[in-house]
């Protein structure tokens, strides 16, 4: 390679690398944002919700949650599954997965889950 060829696929590299850039963060500017009012008491209509991949679940609290995944609809429904029970402040982006499904979320913290129906299932897909 010449010196005149090196400094044009250097050039053409630079470019490209902007590109990428550029397009990443479209999609993460693109990305659709659910905001969840995560507390105790939660009513029955508020614990489900379906998003498309690469959204934004904005769990909404200010101290005394937390939000923890649980492997299972038996684990969700029973509120068991977590040793995670550390309270902290809120509020908590969560970056939905791109795999379709449903993830399962509770509020470890004491009872939130089992006696104020603190939990969420998140189907991942198109709504």
């Known amino acids: 390679l010449s010196e005149g060829n090196t400094v044009h696929?250097?050039?053409?590299?630079?470019?490209?690398?902007?590109?990428?850039?550029?397009?990443?963060?479209?999609?993460?500017?693109?990305?659709?944002?659910?905001?969840?009012?995560?507390?105790?008491?939660?009513?029955?209509?508020?614990?489900?919700?379906?998003?498309?991949?690469?959204?934004?679940?904005?769990?909404?609290?200010?101290?005394?949650?937390n939000v923890v995944e649980v492997a299972t609809m038996e684990d969700f429904d029973a509120c068991t599954g977590f040793t995670d029970t550390t309270a902290y402040e809120g509020p908590l982006a969560w970056p939905v997965p791109e795999a379709e499904g449903t993830y399962y979320i509770v509020c470890g913290v004491r009872t939130h889950c089992a006696d104020g129906n603190q939990r969420l299932a998140v189907t991942v897909g198109s709504c």
């Open 9 to 65: 696929i250097s050039v053409i590299m630079k470019c490209f690398a902007t590109i990428v850039s550029a397009v990443a963060c479209l999609c993460l500017v693109q990305a659709d944002t659910v905001d969840v009012d995560w507390k105790y008491g939660m009513e029955d209509a508020d614990t489900a919700v379906c998003v498309p991949p690469g959204s934004i679940i904005n769990f909404q609290w200010e101290t005394n949650h």
